[in-house]
């Protein structure tokens, strides 16, 4: 299975420097790491536990397709 893990640099101050947040939308979940590789990896543990906790309790795995796209908007916003 596939799932979009979009990663965003933390920098409100709650974490230090380098960590990122690793957003993986198809399940709802967000978790946070050092460095995009960091972060990889906790989505990767993160959703592989969802994927037991789910198995575990006989609950369907869903995979949706997911779109990605940009916005690029003026400067004068």
């Known amino acids: 299975m596939s799932y979009l893990v979009i990663f965003e640099q933390i920098i409100d101050g709650s974490m230090p420097p380098g960590y990122y947040y690793a957003h993986i939308p198809a399940v709802g979940l967000t978790t946070h790491g ?3 590789e960091g ?10 536990l969802w994927i037991a906790e789910k198995t575990a309790n006989n609950e369907k795995i ?4 997911i779109l990605v796209s940009t916005l690029e908007l003026s400067d004068a916003v």
């Open 62 to 65: 869903q995979n949706p397709e």
């Open 34 to 36: 050092m460095g995009i």
């Open 39 to 48: 972060a990889r990896k906790a989505a990767e543990d993160l959703v592989q």
